[in-house]
C-alpha cells in the first residue's frame, strides 16, 4: 500500500484546498449537502446501534458503538468526494497560507459550504430520520425501537445543548476538528480506498466517544431533537452550540493542524504564485 511521507501530505493538502476554492459555486454547494447529508447519516447510524444499551451494564461501551458507527460519516465525505466544512478548515486555509488563495477564497469557500451542510443536515434529520420514523418522538410506546432511538437522540441532544457551558463547547470543539483534520491529514497519505479507511476511522471514533462537539454533526442532532419533539431544547440553545463549535473547529483545524504542519513543512518552501481573489 503506497503511502505519503508528512511534507508529501502537505504539499497535497494545498493542491486540494485550491482546487477545492477554485471550484464553481454551484458545484460546492451541490458538493457541501452532500457531505451535510453524510455526516447526518453517520450522525443517525450511530443513534442506531447505540440505542437501548442501559450503561448500567454496558458502561462506556454504547460510546465506542457511537463513534466507531459515526466515521461511516467522513468515509462518505472522503472517499466518494464532497465538501465538509470542518475538513476545508485545514484544507483551504493551508493553501491560503502557502500564497496559492487569497483570505477572501478562504471566506468564500466556507460561507458556501456552510450553508450547503446545513442544508444535507437538516434534509436528513427531518424527512430521513424523524419523517421516517427511524427515531421516534415523544410518547413513543416504551420498548419499541422508536422510543429506545429517540431516547438515545435526546440524551445526546441535551447533553450538547442544554447541559455544555459555552467555554466546554468551545474546548470540545477545538479537540474535535484537531481529530478530524487529522483524519483528513492521514487519509492523504494514503492512495487506496482501504488505506484512507484505516485513517479515518481511529481519529473520528476517538472525538465521538469522547463526547467532542462537531458543528456539522450537531447540525443533524439539534434539529432532529427539536423536531422529534425532545422538551426543553430550543432554536436558541441550537445556535448557541452551533457558534461556539463552529469557533472551536475553527481553531482547531487552523492553529493546531493548518498552521502546525504549514510551519514544519511548507513555510520555507513559499508559493511563487501570487494570491488572488477567485471570481
Not at 218 to 240: E, H, K, Q, S, Y
Request: overall charge neutral; glycine content about 12%; proline content about 3%.
Amino acid at each position: 500500500m503506497a503511502t505519503k511521507e508528512p511534507a508529501e501530505i502537505a504539499h497535497a493538502a494545498v493542491a486540494t484546498g485550491v482546487k477545492k476554492a477554485e471550484l464553481r459555486w454551484d458545484k460546492t454547494l451541490v458538493g457541501s449537502f452532500l457531505a451535510g447529508a453524510y455526516i447526518a447519516f453517520g450522525g443517525l447510524v450511530a443513534i442506531t446501534v447505540s440505542s437501548g444499551l442501559d450503561p448500567r451494564t454496558w458502561g462506556s461501551l454504547p460510546t465506542l458503538f457511537t463513534g466507531a458507527a459515526f466515521t461511516l460519516g467522513l468515509v462518505l465525505v472522503l472517499i466518494a468526494g464532497s465538501h465538509l466544512l470542518t475538513g476545508n478548515m485545514l484544507l483551504v486555509p493551508i493553501g491560503a497560507m502557502q500564497g496559492r488563495l487569497g483570505w477572501g477564497d478562504v471566506l468564500k469557500n466556507f460561507t458556501l459550504v456552510l450553508v450547503g451542510n446545513l442544508a444535507g443536515a437538516l434534509f436528513v434529520a427531518f424527512f430521513l430520520a424523524v419523517q421516517t420514523g427511524v427515531i421516534g418522538h415523544v410518547g413513543s410506546d416504551a420498548g419499541t425501537s422508536g422510543a429506545m432511538t429517540y431516547d438515545r437522540l435526546a440524551a445526546i441532544a441535551g447533553a450538547k445543548g442544554l447541559h455544555e457551558t459555552e467555554w466546554q463547547i468551545f474546548l470540545r470543539a477545538v479537540g474535535c476538528n484537531w481529530l478530524v483534520c487529522l483524519a483528513v491529514w492521514l487519509s492523504l497519505a494514503a492512495d487506496s480506498v482501504s488505506g484512507k479507511i484505516l485513517a479515518i476511522f481511529f481519529p473520528i471514533m476517538a472525538f465521538v466517544a469522547m463526547g467532542f462537539d462537531h458543528v456539522i454533526a450537531n447540525m443533524f442532532f439539534l434539529p432532529a431533537a427539536i423536531f422529534a419533539g425532545v422538551p426543553d431544547i430550543g432554536w436558541d440553545d441550537t445556535l448557541r452550540n452551533w457558534v461556539f463549535a463552529f469557533l472551536g473547529n475553527l481553531v482547531g483545524a487552523v492553529v493546531f493542524v493548518a498552521t502546525s504542519y504549514w510551519y514544519m513543512y511548507l513555510r520555507d518552501e513559499p508559493s511563487k504564485e501570487k494570491p488572488r481573489e477567485l471570481t
